[in-house]
């Protein structure tokens, strides 16, 4: 016989298998960590997507549905035990079933006090609702557990959460127009306008997502730097505001020796010229300048874009509060895209 210390050593596993490995779940003892237990194993049977799992932890967790999750002397609570439930019932394939449970576990978790673990719930229902095609309701889900995290300092699922609802929120927009007149289309809404120089402006901007464009341009075509020259040109030059000046002194000499109605004739025109004098000097005496073209092309563009959106709004509200939340206007004007991205398909041939 070959002695034990020389007997072939027996075949290494693919994987490593622990102890008690294939053992009946239903045969663990229980113990103060054994709901815990059941718990972590049905969250990892729903990350990792293990149906089998799942069934197997299942029926075991559904006894205690009504309990909270709370380890050996209960040091720390999970929520509530609807909440691995439900996450067993997405591994499982049953959205709707997940969704009633994940809605259960939110109230109960939410009626324990624990902040971090109802939001992480809520994200749990809302990826049972985006299977059962609610994305709206989801979204409004993951909006609130995102919202809670920021609150709470969880960076991370704050960003997770936000991520993911833009995702199941994106929609997709398009534009078109021929001249006279302008379609916005957004899923099944429809809105359309006249052609008006505001709704050329916003067009610019929302097939330009996140990128500043300055109002100058948008009102001209022209770079502000080309038009700045004319904003430091004074309304009178030094020649006609001495000679303003000078015949202001000159009038006032002749209405202090006129009488009756030649006098009144003089200060007429001081009165006029003394408006000039006003109207091209500012406090102390310091000139005015022409008004400066940028600020000239943010007003008129932040009307312009205003009537376009008021257009818009009245033909489909929905659409028009969509764009108006998203655009800014200003020296610099910018489309900040939410969960629509917008597009101009070419005309087919």
């Known amino acids: 016989p070959i ?22 779940l ?20 729903y990350l990792l997507g293990d149906a089998d799992l799942a069934r197997r932890v299942y029926p075991l967790l559904e006894l205690y549905a009504a309990l909270p999750v709370m380890p050996s002397l209960a040091i720390v609570c999970l929520g509530s035990a609807w909440r691995p439930l439900g996450l067993a019932a997405l591994a499982m394939g049953e959205p ?9 576990a939110v109230e109960a978790t939410r009626l324990l006090g624990n902040r971090p673990i109802t939001a992480l719930t809520q994200a749990d229902l ?27 300092d969880m960076a991370l699922r704050a ?38 120089v505001g709704v050329r402006h916003l067009v610019t901007l929302l097939l330009n997502p996140g990128t500043p464009i300055s109002a100058l341009e948008l ?3 022209e770079e502000a730097a080309s038009m700045a020259p004319a904003a430091r040109q004074p309304l009178l030059d030094d020649q006609a505001l001495a000679a303003y000046r000078e015949h202001a002194r000159r009038l006032m000499g ?36 022409f008004a400066d073209p940028g600020e000239r092309a943010r007003t008129a563009v932040r009307k312009a874009v205003k009537r376009a959106i008021d257009e818009i709004t009245a033909a489909d509200p929905e659409i ?29 041939p």
């Open 26 to 45: 239903a045969a663990l003892p229980e113990s103060s960590t054994w709901l815990a237990g059941m718990a972590a194993l049905a969250e990892a049977a």
């Open 3 to 24: 002695p034990d210390r020389l007997a072939p050593a027996p075949p290494v596993p693919d994987r490593p298998v622990a102890d008690g490995a294939g053992r009946d």
């Open 320 to 348: 028009g509060r969509t764009i108006a939340a998203s655009v800014t206007t200003g020296t610099q004007c910018v489309y900040t895209p939410g969960d629509v991205t917008w597009s101009c398909p070419r005309p087919t």
């Open 254 to 289: 002749e209405i202090a020796e006129a009488e009756g109605a030649a006098a009144e004739h003089l200060r007429a025109q001081l009165d006029i010229i003394m408006g000039e004098l006003r109207a091209a000097t500012g406090k102390g005496g310091r000139r005015r300048s």
């Open 126 to 152: 809302a990826e049972a609702l985006i299977a059962l095609g609610d994305r709206e309701r989801a979204a409004d889900l993951l909006r609130e557990a995102a919202d809670a995290a920021k609150d709470l």
């Open 219 to 221: 009102a001209t075509g």
């Open 159 to 196: 960003e997770q959460w936000t991520a993911r609802r833009r995702q199941i929120s994106h929609r997709e927009g398009t534009v078109r127009g021929d001249g006279r007149t302008w379609i916005f289309t957004l899923g099944p809404r429809r809105a359309t306008v006249p052609d008006m």
């Open 96 to 104: 709707r079933r997940a969704a009633d449970h994940l809605a259960r």
